[in-house]
């Protein structure tokens, strides 16, 4: 994971959105940047840009507000780490069904992870972490504390700023605060590890898995050098006959040695590891569909990289080996060819490979076009992030 | 005013062709309501398009004639999303219905605005559904979803027309034709496609949509519970909530709606119950047969004095048709009725009622109670007499004090049905005002013109105004010569 390269002037710890609000607006009045921060787990993603005028840490804005245990929902301010608040939701038999690989120290804030919308295996049964984020309380620019949203899970009143603050990289305000779905803790889990070398033979196996009513948490693939692996993992009070079902279909699909690991967190968690990288090394995150997984799996091994792919939604995230800047470089451009047309973009990566090449990727201009409208009514002087975002934003 | 009129109808005719422009009154009058008839107002155009391209034209056209239009899929919304602007253009999809990709490997549909959301379940079954299931779906088109980010009863499982709907191409209001998300999910940049869904045809007018579609659970349980209260009915929904379990539906009906819907659906459900409690178990055949058993005994410990579970798909069917005819069966026993939408935190079900019970009895007026219990969203009918002086006046306010009972309880004032014209007055009690200026921007940065569905969402109109001075970067800062202090 790299760093910017330098330190920002002035460093700001609100312990309100009122107060968050009014540095940004303070901020905006001096044509000054805005580096917002939480834990700082993800500070090399994105575009590489001067130092900010400030940094805004999130730190202070540490409280879960709210925990409802009978309504499955939750209030928590933007600094709150979400291993902290996974271990209290936790408590209730519950969770936050999100599940990034959380940084350095399992630093990782709630405020950080929806503002890069990341994401981890239970991507596939729960959806994006945009679909659990029923809430919103965003600092903006113009020194407003807006709110969007509410903290009933059905809720269909005004317009969804939720969505738009999520996955936005702090580039339209500060994330002060979300409220979120919860769900149930399964009683029991359990896995497939199915085993196979081909690639095609491995996404097509997960491909079949989906296809079929059987509703897994997860279901993964894991790829490297001829070695890998579809996983599945199934929840409930019936776990294990529910994985003996998805045995059956995967060593029909060509995976013989299909088998069921009750004792299965470490496999997952390895998978999530996958989706970083130490420092110097790369990954991309590559947005495709489950028919086109094979390929990039493929192009994975053309690569010597690792690739995690979550098999029912078509995201893979490749990991190269550690190699020097030209060479990684070189690596990303060849990917982005053999992968398009789904988008590839650089996560981790020195500062040299995200300097030379646009590691957000081209996107359609006419949707770039509409994007920039909408920093410019919320961000005006781009007071936040500057820089940072897609095509410059 | 009426010779720039008449250019814009011949622009219109030329975009949509001379059969798809109305402008006889007799034909504009199908289109002055939608679902909710309390709204009239009359277009001066209606125009049908049957491309993307001529919806873009035609949007073009009324842009550059400064002319406000409504988009309108079937006219079956409840909150009057589609209430034409007087003497403006309504821009009706119906006529664009055409499924034009089904992918199951990739468990994708792309289709266009008019499909009705029951034709897409139908074009990917018996394997596949599309989850989000309005009770109109029969009818109701997936643009009109897609406008109003639809539920249904499946929700509280499955989730919304916006967890399923992943690209869009939409007609901006400036008639410029865009996509919004894509084939893949996880893309980068700003979640567009997030905001547009729900924006109630404020941001633009969706021609091509893709959603997602999922495997047919392998085994479906459905059983009716009887308690002697709604009370007692909303304990058990809190057993079951609180025992992990997350069923495919939760829906209750109270004495009022059984009677209605018993001399429709003829399920022979006890007349003297106090309330029904549906509950449906979907997903692997394992967990549903484990999963059964702890529910009955949940019903029972929280006094169900019945438990009847559906024998085969006929008698499932009944059930939940007994559901279904809630809204029109009250028909039978009220000669009007107003139908409301809000939510509440699903914890705070008991106090909600005792407080429509109290305000009912304060009004004089009969209140029947149909939720979808699990996510907290009621569905209270007002029942009055519209021929009775004052008495829809009464209902009306009447079913204004319970949404704003339900925003006290930190609820929400809509769940499925939308702001549009008849919710706006209560967007004050939820939001602040800069959260309806943050709410402004969003649409300005869409429609800057206010061309797009004019009046509705906001509670009051208001001007977008040019774009606050964009920072820019002085030349001398970008080369690195000069620095902002």
Same mark, same amino acid.
């Given at each position: ?5 330098? %330190? ?25 940047? /805005?580096?917002?921060? *939480? ?51 936790? %408590? ?22 929806? %503002? ?16 659990? /984020? ?145 420092? *110097? ?22 690569? !010597? ?6 098999? *029912? ?10 190699? *020097? ?35 957000? !990727? ?32 | 005013?009426?010779? &720039? ?13 001379? +059969? ?31 491309? $993307? ?111 399923? @709907? ?31 869904? #729900? ?12 959603? +997602? ?6 085994? @479906? +349980? ?67 047969? $484990?999963?059964? &058993? ?9 006094? $169900? ?11 499932? &069917? ?13 028909? +039978? ?26 305000? &009912? ?12 219990? #699990? ?6 009918? @007002? ?26 309880? #930190? ?8 702001? #549009? ?65």
């Amino acid at each position: 994971m790299s760093s910017s390269k330098q %330190a920002s002037r002035e460093l700001v710890k609100p312990a309100s959105a009122e107060e968050a609000a009014g540095a940004l607006q303070a901020a905006a009045a001096e044509g000054h940047s /805005v580096r917002v921060i *939480g834990a700082a787990t993800k500070r090399g993603w994105g575009h590489v840009v001067p130092k900010a005028d400030v940094e805004l840490s999130t730190a202070g804005l540490d409280a879960i507000v709210e925990h409802n245990v009978g309504d499955l929902t939750a209030v928590l301010q933007a600094g709150v780490p979400l291993a902290l608040a996974q271990e209290t939701f936790g %408590a209730a038999g519950q969770m936050l069904s999100v599940d990034p690989p959380l940084g350095a120290g399992a630093a990782a804030t709630i405020g950080g992870t929806v %503002a890069t919308a990341d994401s981890g295996p239970l991507r596939h049964r729960f959806h994006a972490l945009r679909d659990l /984020v029923i809430g919103v309380t965003v600092a903006l620019p113009d020194g407003s504390v807006a709110r969007a949203g509410g903290k009933v899970i059905k809720n269909v009143a005004g317009y969804d700023l939720a969505k738009l603050m999520t996955g936005a990289f702090g580039t339209l305000g500060v994330i002060c605060q979300v409220s979120v779905r919860l769900h149930p803790r399964p009683a029991d889990m359990a896995t497939v590890h199915a085993p196979g070398s081909d690639p095609g033979v491995l996404a097509a196996a997960a491909a079949a898995l989906a296809y079929r009513p059987l509703e897994p948490l997860a279901l993964d693939i894991d790829y490297q050098r001829g070695n890998g692996a579809v996983l599945a993992r199934f929840g409930g009070v019936t776990a294990v006959a529910q994985a003996g079902g998805a045995v059956a279909i995967l060593r029909e699909a060509g995976l013989p040695d299909a088998a069921i690991v009750e004792d299965d967190e470490s496999l997952w968690q390895r998978q999530r590891k996958g989706q970083r990288a130490a420092d *110097g090394g790369a990954v991309i995150r590559v947005a495709g569909t489950p028919r086109r997984l094979g390929a990039v799996l493929q192009a994975a091994e053309a690569l !010597g990289a690792r690739a995690v792919a979550r098999g *029912g939604i078509g995201t893979a995230w490749i990991k190269l080996p550690a190699a *020097g800047s030209a060479e990684h470089i070189a690596a990303i451009e060849e990917l982005r060819v053999r992968v398009a047309p789904s988008p590839a973009t650089v996560l981790d990566a020195p500062d040299a490979v995200r300097e030379a090449l646009d590691p957000w !990727g081209a996107l359609a201009p006419a949707t770039v076009a509409l994007m920039r409208r909408v920093k410019e009514r919320f961000d005006p002087a781009a007071t936040c992030n500057r820089g940072l975002f897609v095509d410059g934003i | 005013m009426q010779a &720039a009129m008449t250019d814009l109808i011949a622009e219109l005719r030329a975009a949509c062709g001379e +059969r798809h422009v109305l402008t006889e009154h007799d034909d504009l009058r199908t289109y002055e309501s939608d679902g909710l008839l309390q709204y009239v107002a009359m277009p001066r155009v209606v125009v049908l398009p049957g491309s $993307a391209d001529a919806v873009a034209r035609a949007v073009r056209a009324c842009h550059r004639a400064g002319v406000p239009w409504v988009a309108r899929g079937a006219g079956s919304g409840l909150s009057g999303g589609a209430l034409p602007v007087e003497d403006g253009v309504v821009i009706a999809l119906t006529r664009m219905r055409r499924i034009l990709e089904v992918d199951l490997v990739d468990g994708r549909v792309v289709c266009e605005p008019g499909v009705t959301n029951l034709a897409i379940s139908q074009a990917v079954g018996p394997s596949h559904f599309y989850p989000p299931d309005p009770s109109s779906q029969v009818v109701c088109s997936i643009g009109g979803n897609v406008a109003e980010n639809s539920g249904g009863a499946h929700c509280f499982k499955y989730g919304f027309t916006t967890n399923y @709907v992943i690209a869009l191409e939409v007609v901006l209001p400036d008639g410029e034709l865009v996509t919004l998300g894509g084939e893949e999910l996880d893309l980068p940049g700003y979640d567009l496609l997030g905001a547009f869904v #729900g924006s109630e045809g404020t941001l633009g007018v969706a021609t091509k949509i893709t959603v +997602r579609v999922v495997p047919t659970p392998e085994s @479906v +349980r459905t059983l009716v519970a009887f308690f002697d209260s709604t009370g007692r009915a909303g304990e058990a929904v809190s057993a079951i909530v609180s025992a992990g379990m997350v069923p495919g539906a939760i829906e209750m009906m109270d004495q009022l709606s059984i009677g209605a819907s018993e001399q429709m659906a003829h399920a022979g459900w006890p007349l003297d119950a106090g309330a029904a409690l549906l509950v449906e178990l979907d997903g692997s055949e394992a967990e549903c047969d $484990a999963q059964l &058993a702890d529910l009955r005994r949940i019903c029972d410990e929280a006094g $169900a004095h019945d438990v009847r579970e559906a024998g085969d798909d006929a008698e499932r &069917a009944i059930f939940w048709k007994m559901r279904k005819a809630a809204f029109p069966a009250m028909g +039978r026993v009220s000669p009007h009725y107003y139908v409301q939408d809000s939510v509440i935190p699903r914890t705070r079900l008991t106090e909600v009622l005792e407080r429509i019970d109290e305000l &009912a009895r304060e009004y004089g007026l009969r209140v029947g109670n149909v939720f979808h219990a #699990g996510d907290g969203n009621l569905h209270p009918l @007002v029942c009055y007499d519209g021929n009775a002086p004052g008495e829809a006046e009464r209902a009306e306010e009447l079913a204004g004090e319970i949404v704003l009972a339900c925003v006290e309880l #930190g609820g929400s004032i809509t769940g499925e049905h939308g702001i #549009g014209v008849d919710k706006k007055r209560y967007m004050p009690a939820m939001f602040g005002e800069d959260d309806l200026a943050a709410f402004q921007k969003l649409r300005c940065a869409f429609d800057p013109d206010g061309l797009a569905n004019p009046g509705k969402v906001m509670p009051t109109p208001r001007l977008c105004g040019e774009v606050p001075g964009p920072y820019r970067e002085h030349p001398l800062e970008k080369a690195g010569l000069a620095e902002r202090m």
